[in-house]
């Protein structure tokens, strides 16, 4: 009889290999199949992260995704993509599926988890996020007490970013990229920008901090963020 | 020559003992003290967690605090409580500080760390936040592509929760406790009831998920979210 596969997503981290849990690793480890997001044209974040976890003895899958794709889009890509996974695990195959940060906060894996987990038995490892990694790689506590605290991707309209950043105490801005200038410029109208920290590849080797107004806005990567964190004294 | 030693504060993660991340697992073994925070009636949370790691030879520094404790006292109850945590560094141990969930998300170790940067050197190693651990322990995709996630201490007069939870697409409130029938109200009030997820302790082994309108509100502990994941389908 043959018994289905287990699909695990599982968070990786932000970047440095050492945060990843204890138990991503042993699920990692244990797994036949390792899965995980390529952009065409560029190596796998996530692959690298884990590369010297791997056994050397594992089937990688690759699902081709352009980052920050529309919702529409990808979900007609991912019907598509989630075929060869779905092989896997009918064919009573475990799989992994790497999650940059954590799978359930901005992460491509929910997708996946939503086109599979009526036929499959789905685990889901949290992961540390760069929600947490990039306040403490800048060095500045970020949220206390009573602090509300506002998570805002940068693409949004600059009306509904500063009518957000100025009902909050803390905020972090993610996804910079080419919408670096318009927050940037948000920022220095709402008096901000002094406590505004701008971080980006936290926790990787290429990891940068700039500050605030010598950030060349044409060089932005897409995993940038701006931290603003709370003006509380402790 | 006398070096000081150095201090380490390293998020613990949510509860599960393997959602401790490698580098926090090999900062923990090294150190020859660990600090903690203990309630003066309970066991220390965070030493739970990580109890099973120790190495029976290290030194151990608690600190006596109130949960939810109002800043003002905090600061003064902090700048007594951090005296022995200084001895140590001062005669050259390093210390490691053990942090649930991350140490600069609504962390304690963010006051000892303003009280201590400046003399000695500090390394802070991010954990799996419980904002990360309770989406995934109750099942549910959290945020994603252009979602904006609004983070609420349940303590906020009501006003505030309602305005700004009109406001977001996602939310997670946390710190119920006794505030679980001011929120619970609220979220009726908003029609949000039937997205909200209630759970308590994620990933402990009392963890428990238990629908909105069957919460004991006499029973809800300080560890306790409700969680408001996107409404944007996949």
Known sequence: ???????????????????????????????PVVAYQSATDRESIARGIVAQYLTGEQIEVLFHLPRALEPEKA??????????????????????????GDPFFYGSFMYLFTRLCDEYQIEVVPGVSSL????????????????????????????????????????AIMKLGRHFTKVRDILHKLGLASRARYIERATMTQQRIIPLDEVDPAQVPYFAMIVIPTKNRL
Chains 1, 2 share one sequence.
């Open 132 to 171: 947490m990694a990039c306040p403490v790689a800048l060095g500045v506590p970020f949220t206390y007490y009573n602090d509300i605290l506002t998570v805002l991707p940068a693409p949004l309209p600059a009306e509904e970013l500063t009518t957000q950043l100025l009902m909050t105490d803390a905020a």
């Open 75 to 100: 979900k007609s890509i991912y019907d598509k993509e989630v075929e060869p996974i779905a092989a896997h695990l009918a064919a009573g195959r475990d799989v992994v599926v790497l999650c940059e």
């Open 1 to 31: 009889m043959n018994t289905k596969g287990r699909l695990y997503g599982i968070g990786v981290g932000p970047g440095d290999p050492e945060l990843l849990t204890l138990k991503a690793l042993r699920l990692l480890r244990a797994a």
